[in-house]
């Protein structure tokens, strides 16, 4: 499959999810992981972190070509994780995104995350596996 080039990025207002998780706050557990969510709470305002986190579970399935689901949680949150031990966070997926990844032939994925004031990016990038 050489060439194949997929990219997805997604845009989150922080406020937004903010009041969204503030709201119901069971959402928060059904978007992130425990991991994800122990970084965020470790952070003097969590909320830029999660709304990072998001906006790359969005993006991973933008460049996979897949929605989030609308009828109820969607467990695709869950095999999407944002980790970060040293340096730069990194995508870790497993289940069924796992699975559509490896049948596309794409490798691992670059993840590019920022966030200013209102705002979290995320970029995800897969190539073709070598």
């Known amino acids: 499959m050489s060439g194949v080039l997929r990219h997805g990025v997604d845009l989150v207002h922080v406020p937004a999810l903010r009041a969204a998780v503030e709201g119901n706050p069971a959402l928060e557990a059904g978007l992130f992981t425990e991991g994800e969510r122990a970084y965020a ?3 003097p305002d969590p909320w830029p972190h999660f709304a990072a986190r998001f906006a790359a579970k969005e993006a991973v399935l933008k460049a996979l070509r897949r929605g989030l689901s609308t009828e109820g949680p969607d467990a695709a949150l869950h ?3 944002v980790v970060r031990e040293h340096g730069a966070p990194r995508l870790v997926l497993t289940g ?3 699975r559509a990844v490896e049948r596309l032939g794409l490798d691992a994925g670059a993840l590019s995350l920022s966030h200013a004031g209102d705002l979290a990016l995320a970029s995800v990038v897969f190539g073709a596996r070598p």
């Open 96 to 98: 069924r995104i796992a």
């Open 41 to 43: 709470h470790a952070r």
């Open 79 to 81: 095999e999407i994780e």
